[in-house]
């Protein structure tokens, strides 16, 4: 049971540091376009 919870723990901070990466990804392209914008 143990060994089960550490792999859900494992899977859930992947899920995470992925959408976390997706987050900062979108942020800086919208900072992007904003930056042309204002040009």
Known sequence: ???NDVHEF???IA???G???D???EA???AE???E???
Do not use: P, Y
Request: no cysteine.
């Open 19 to 21: 959408w976390v990466k």
């Open 15 to 17: 899920f995470l540091r």
């Open 10 to 12: 494992k899977t859930e």
């Open 23 to 25: 987050s900062a990804g």
């Open 37 to 39: 914008q204002q040009r």
């Open 1 to 3: 049971m143990e060994g």
């Open 28 to 30: 800086s392209a919208d």
């Open 33 to 35: 376009e904003e930056s």
